[in-house]
């Protein structure tokens, strides 16, 4: 896992559909996990949601509190 990608969950936003203009953070566990069953977009974003499914999934969102701050 990159440092920096951990970052970029809290500043890029979803380009498109239903929440978009909302943070990758902060979008819900159900629409991550659609991702996760239909396929993830190519480039940064499909990376960032796969990354953040992940996170969610196992529980560990919490890692990024600290960097909310």
Do not use: C
Request: charged share 20%; proline share 9%.
């Amino acid at each position: 896992m990159n440092p920096e990608h951990l970052q970029l969950l809290l500043t890029r936003t979803m380009p498109y559909g239903k929440y978009k203009g909302k943070v990758i953070a902060d979008l819900p566990g159900n629409y991550l996990n659609w991702f996760a069953r239909k396929g993830f977009p190519p480039g940064e974003i499909g990376l960032l949601l796969q990354l953040m499914q992940e996170l969610d999934h196992n529980g560990l969102s919490s890692l990024l509190d600290p960097l909310r701050k």
